[in-house]
């Protein structure tokens, strides 16, 4: 199974300048009419031999992030070669330039910036603390991402998405889960993000946060119901289940060793199909699930442990058969 519907992420320029990026201490120093050029590339670039004429490092939609030692050098060299670095790297598709640490660049760097309309920003803060922020920032910003229709819960430390058809139960099951001491982080829309690595991390639309709509009660805010502490922003999934009505002619996995997967962004993820059935307590088997999960993590396997155990009993010899003494026939 897999969940569709990634979307395409842009980031402007002029996005460094927003709220969002506040922690960043970025400011412009002119190039404003670049601000539309789009940032693709998610980690920011060091000079190298970039400042050497030695551009095929620098990537189309890549943000270039001068600091001190770039900025010494820029000086020390004449006027007429400052500028021919300078061109040849504004010449080129890159979406802006960072100056760290608050650092005055020589004029012809300002003059060729505005010139070929490259932003050119400056930070206060310094080089290696920007770095991990900024990159920080574009990982977030960057990540591809997509939608999915279900509920995301937190149950001991596992995020666990829940899907299945419409009207089949999930925002009642996620309910239950609250009512016996979980955390709902969203409930319909779920904004899937992948970040570094095979990292899922969803999350509820800003309106929807801590919100669940129930058929007959209709929408409830689940904070005030049950406090702070049964809600949170986001988490990270890392177990898929699946409720699906009853069929009669299906069949289903008793003993647990089928592997079934789930893909979201290019990541399997674990995936568990649970029949509905009146009778069946689905937030129990759910909570059963995650520490399930739990245990596999740390390399327990329930299932195939006990197969290991029934093929290692049939494989016993049997014992020697006792002749019945007189005594017993009596």
């Known amino acids: 199974m897999t969940a569709k519907r990634v979307k395409r992420v842009r980031l402007k320029a002029r996005e460094l300048l927003s709220e969002k990026s506040l922690e960043l201490g970025i400011s412009l120093l002119c190039g404003k009419r670049g601000l539309k050029r789009e940032i693709t590339h998610p980690r920011i670039k060091d000079p190298g031999l970039i400042l050497a004429g030695n551009l095929e490092y620098l990537e189309e939609g890549s943000l270039l992030l001068l600091g001190e030692k770039?900025?010494?050098?820029?000086?020390?060299?004449?006027?007429?070669?400052?500028?021919?670095?300078?061109?040849?790297?504004?010449?080129?598709?890159?979406?802006?330039?960072?100056?760290?640490?608050?650092?005055?660049?020589?004029?012809?760097?300002?003059?060729?910036?505005?010139q070929y309309q490259v932003p050119l920003f400056s930070t206060s803060l310094c080089e290696d603390e920007f770095r991990e922020r900024i990159n920080s920032f574009l990982d977030n910003q960057l990540a591809p991402r997509t939608v999915v229709h279900g509920v995301?819960?937190?149950?001991?430390?596992?995020?666990?998405?829940?899907?299945?058809?419409?009207?089949?139960?999930?925002?009642?099951?996620?309910?239950?889960?609250?009512?016996?001491?979980?955390?709902?982080?969203?409930?319909?829309?779920?904004?899937?993000?992948?970040?570094?690595?095979?990292?899922?991390?969803?999350?509820?639309?800003?309106?929807?946060?801590?919100?669940?709509?129930?058929?007959?009660?209709?929408?409830?805010?689940?904070?005030?119901?049950?406090?702070?502490?049964?809600?949170?922003?986001?988490?990270?999934?890392?177990?898929?289940?699946?409720?699906?009505?009853?069929?009669?002619?299906?069949?289903?996995?008793?003993?647990?060793?089928?592997?079934?997967?789930?893909?979201?962004?290019?990541?399997?993820?674990?995936?568990?199909?649970?029949?509905?059935?009146?009778?069946?307590?689905?937030?129990?088997?759910?909570?059963?699930?995650?520490?399930?999960?739990?245990?596999?993590?740390?390399?327990?396997?329930p299932a195939r442990e006990f197969i290991e155990h029934m093929e290692r009993r049939m494989m016993e010899p049997a014992p020697p058969k006792v002749k019945p003494s007189e005594e017993d026939l009596e």
């Not at 330039?97 to 760097?109: D, K, S």
């Not at 999350?203 to 119901?225: A, M, N, S």
């Not at 089928?258 to 009146?278: S, T, W």
């Open 152 to 301: 995301l819960v937190d149950l001991w430390g596992v995020g666990v998405l829940i899907i299945g058809e419409s009207g089949i139960g999930k925002s009642e099951c996620a309910l239950d889960l609250v009512v016996r001491g979980h955390r709902l982080v969203a409930d319909d829309v779920i904004e899937i993000r992948r970040r570094s690595g095979n990292i899922l991390i969803g999350r509820g639309p800003e309106p929807l946060q801590h919100f669940l709509e129930l058929r007959g009660l209709g929408i409830v805010d689940i904070k005030e119901l049950f406090g702070v502490a049964s809600t949170r922003r986001c988490k990270r999934v890392e177990l898929v289940v699946a409720l699906e009505r009853w069929e009669e002619n299906e069949e289903y996995d008793r003993l647990g060793l089928e592997e079934l997967r789930y893909e979201i962004l290019g990541v399997k993820l674990p995936l568990i199909k649970l029949p509905i059935v009146p009778g069946r307590n689905l937030s129990i088997l759910i909570e059963v699930a995650a520490r399930n999960h739990l245990l596999k993590l740390r390399g327990e396997y």
């Open 70 to 114: 770039e900025v010494l050098y820029l000086k020390k060299l004449s006027g007429t070669k400052r500028s021919e670095v300078m061109v040849k790297i504004c010449s080129t598709s890159i979406a802006g330039i960072i100056i760290a640490g608050g650092l005055v660049p020589p004029p012809e760097v300002i003059e060729i910036a505005e």
